[in-house]
Every structure is written in C-alpha cells, then in structure tokens.
C-alpha cells in the first residue's frame, strides 16, 4: 500500500518537502509500502536499514543490470551487463579487479599531497572576508580530485562539473534547459558521451597512470574492455564521484553553522574520521537505488513478485532507530556507524576510499585554517530526487589567527 498519497518520484519532495517525515511514517509500516506511479509502472520501498542492506547485498534476488535510477522505472538500462554500476557479479566482480585496487586506500594514500592541494585552492576564497558560496566550491570539488586522478583536463573541469550535475539533476530550475527535462537529460549525456569517446580514443596512444589507462589496459573475460565499455565506466566514475563527495560538507555547513557542531569538531580534531562518517550518515548523498526482483521473494512480510521493482532509499535507511541509536541526532562521535552512504554488497561504492579521504582532508584544512562560520544567506537544496544535497550555501567566516 502508499502512504498519505505522497510522491516518492517527485523531486522537490526532496528539495521542498520533507522526506525524513514521509520516511518516518514508512518506516512505522508492516511490510514495504507500494506506490503506483502510473497505469504500467510502481515500486516497492525499502526505508528500513534491514530491509535496504538484504536489497542491496542480495543481487542474485535483486538485480541492477535493469537499471538503478527512478528515472528509468519499467526501462531496461541499455548500459546493463558494460557498466560496473549495472552489472552483476560474476561479471560484475571481474570488471571492477582492477579499478578497485586502482582506488584502493594505499593506492589513495599515495595522492594525499595532490587532494589536500586542491582542496586548500577550493577553500582559500573564504578568508578573503567577504561572501563565500560553499556549496558551488563543494560542487567543483569532486572534479579537482577525480578529474585529476582520471586525468582529465584542467580546462574542461567547469563543463563538466555542470552537465555532471545537469545529469542528476535534470529538474533543476537552473540546471534544466528551455527544451523541457528529457532533452535536457538527453543533450547532456550525448555530450558527456561524446566527450569521453573523444578521450578515451586519444588516451588509448598516450597511456599514463591515470584511472581512463587502467580502464583501457584491463582484461576482463579474455579481452579487453570495448570503447563503449570504458567510455560507460569514465561516465559512472565521475558521476559517483559528483554524487558522493560534495553534500555531506554541504549538509554540514548548511544545517550546523550557527551550532556548536563545528566549534566541537574543531576543537576535537581526533573525531574527524567518526564525523565524516556521521557526515556522510546524516547527508546520504545518494538518494535512492533502484532494484528489481529476478525471482518472488519475500521481504519484511511483503511478498515481492519476480520482475517487481523495489527503490532502496538510503537516507530513510540511515535515519532508523532501530540501527541508530538517537538516530535523528547529529553525533560526531558515533560509534558504530555502520550507515548505507556507499551502498552495501558487490556494489559498495568502489570510490569509497578517495571519498572519505578527501572529506577527511576538507574538514582538516577547513577547521584549522578558518573560524566563525556564519550563514550569509538562504542555503538552496538541490532538486532532484536521486541526489540529496545543497547547491548554494552562502558564507562568512573569519582566518585563524
């Protein structure tokens, strides 16, 4: 059954409205609820951390190769089975081998001078005085760091950064374009496409350390990956990266400024790792995943039908009293936290460690080099109903002394 006739599809639910109370209620229901979006098409919600993590960590139950969005309900993903995000395991498990050392923490580790560089460029502005927009600084940063780590040049760092976010964001006043939200959607990945074909081809006779190089050299089931493959993969790495990394800060910054939640944090610089973690809890950046049931199943009483789809929401699942003690309370100190930001199973985010490196490395640099925080106006959330996050978030502070 749906609960209260509330649209979980509807962006500005989340930019608007307020999911954690429509979640909350959800969440008090037996079962998963159901919501039928038209004529053809509904899905099943898991709001629960129980009922999410089995979901997500099932994929012989619960497959993506149809797709993961919303945005493709009852449309089979034509990157199914080629992108790591939509493929399952085994295939899924061999394809990644290599990306996944590739990003593993000694292999992060080894750019912790080159992120923390980038990262102390993007908040410089701040001591200048005046009115700083932290949210589009945040935005920039995923491309500093994996634009660098894929290579990509610095000149394009800007076009990207837009159509990335114009591709998780297509309803987005200021992201859609006069032409109405699908062609908008369609433009921007045909560019983006476009674009990494062009750089994969050229990458291909100029082969470095970059990540685009490990993709191109990997094997996989005898052969090399196809330029489609690859091109897919480029794709998916800078859209995780765009996704995860810029809204916990974000959230932070929007929701704790004018608390005592930075001051504390500041003062207490060995709970950094604890409240990235909570950061990225509280934020859960990924909104939503989507799955669909390759057999009948039965989840929390809810018996799911083979082909049923069912949309994982891991804010709703982050926020659970039933995992989190308190869970509606901001604790930079949490321990365990054991929280769904990255998904759960095969498809944990392979991008985890550059993430939480450089969250960690932000928090550093920005609690030591600046104090005072201030809103300097309105924070503005993002529309979308994929991405959980802050677009603008307007700021004073003031530089260490």
Request: charge should be negative; proline fraction near 4%; aromatic fraction near 8%.
């Amino acid at each position: 059954m749906h609960i209260g006739g509330d649209d979980l599809v509807d962006p500005t639910l989340y930019s608007d409205g307020n999911a954690y109370e429509v979640w909350r209620r959800l969440r008090a229901v037996d079962g998963l609820s159901w919501q039928q979006v038209d004529a053809e098409r509904g899905f099943y919600s898991a709001v629960r951390f129980a009922d999410a993590d089995y979901v997500l960590s099932n994929t012989a139950l619960f497959t993506s190769e149809r797709g993961t969005l919303l945005d493709l309900l009852g449309t089979d993903d034509p990157a199914g089975g080629t992108q790591l995000a939509v493929t399952d395991p085994p295939r899924h498990t061999e394809m990644q081998t290599r990306l996944k050392k590739a990003l593993a923490i000694k292999a992060v580790d080894r750019q912790r001078d080159m992120i923390r560089a980038k990262v102390v460029r993007l908040i410089e502005p701040i001591g200048d005085g005046g009115v700083f927009d932290f949210g589009n600084a945040m935005l920039d940063m995923p491309m500093a760091v994996t634009g660098t780590m894929m290579g990509l040049p610095e000149s394009d760092w800007d076009w990207l950064t837009r159509i990335n976010t114009t591709c998780i964001a297509p309803d987005d006043p200021e992201y859609l374009g006069e032409a109405g939200r699908g062609l908008t959607l369609a433009i921007a990945h045909h560019e983006l496409f476009g674009y990494f074909q062009e750089l994969v081809r050229h990458r291909r006779d100029n082969l470095g350390d970059d990540l685009i190089s490990v993709l191109i050299t990997t094997r996989f089931e005898g052969r090399h990956m196809s330029l489609g493959e690859i091109v897919s993969n480029c794709y998916s790495l800078l859209l995780g990266a765009n996704v995860t990394t810029p809204h916990s800060p974000n959230f932070l910054m929007a929701e704790f400024t004018q608390t005592d939640v930075l001051t504390d944090w500041a003062a207490n610089p060995q709970v950094n790792v604890t409240a990235v973690e909570e950061a990225l809890r509280w934020a859960s950046p990924v909104n939503h995943f989507l799955r669909y049931a390759t057999q009948d199943v039965e989840v929390s009483g809810t018996r799911i039908k083979a082909g049923d789809a069912v949309v994982v929401w891991l804010g709703a699942a982050n926020r659970d009293d039933n995992e989190f003690a308190d869970a509606s309370t901001f604790d930079i100190r949490r321990k365990p936290n054991k929280h769904l930001a990255f998904g759960a199973g095969p498809h944990y985010c392979v991008g985890h460690s550059v993430a939480r490196v450089t969250l960690r490395i932000l928090f550093d640099e920005l609690l030591t080099r600046y104090e005072d925080f201030q809103l300097a106006g309105e924070p503005q959330r993002l529309v979308s109903n994929f991405v959980s996050g802050y677009k603008h978030v307007p700021i004073t502070a003031r530089r260490r002394t």
